[in-house]
């Protein structure tokens, strides 16, 4: 859930590939964050500047501070040919 100024802007599950989320305009930030993250983990982010980048499409401002809530359900790690 992505939040600014007390509004939520941004509420999804959704299942995507680490390096493609821009695709479906996850902010760097939290896509980075991810790469962190262990199963079933919540975290609170606060992302400014160039972490936002993303939140744009939803009418955000460019290098604005927002706020996302994320858990991190499941992963697969997918092996490298």
């Given at each position: 859930?992505?939040?600014y100024?007390?509004?939520v802007?941004?509420?999804?599950t959704?299942?995507?590939?680490?390096?493609?989320g821009f695709l479906?305009?996850?902010?760097?930030?939290v896509?980075?964050a991810?790469?962190?993250?262990?199963?079933?983990e919540?975290?609170?982010l606060?992302?400014?500047?160039?972490?936002?980048?993303?939140?744009e499409?939803?009418?955000?401002?460019?290098n604005t501070?927002?706020?996302y809530?994320?858990t991190?359900?499941?992963?697969?790690?997918?092996?490298e040919?």
């Amino acid at each position: 859930k992505g939040t600014y100024q007390n509004q939520v802007f941004d509420e999804r599950t959704l299942s995507f590939t680490i390096g493609e989320g821009f695709l479906q305009n996850i902010p760097e930030g939290v896509e980075h964050a991810l790469t962190k993250m262990t199963k079933n983990e919540h975290a609170q982010l606060k992302l400014k500047s160039k972490a936002t980048a993303g939140v744009e499409k939803f009418n955000i401002p460019a290098n604005t501070p927002v706020q996302y809530d994320v858990t991190l359900i499941n992963f697969e790690k997918v092996r490298e040919s």
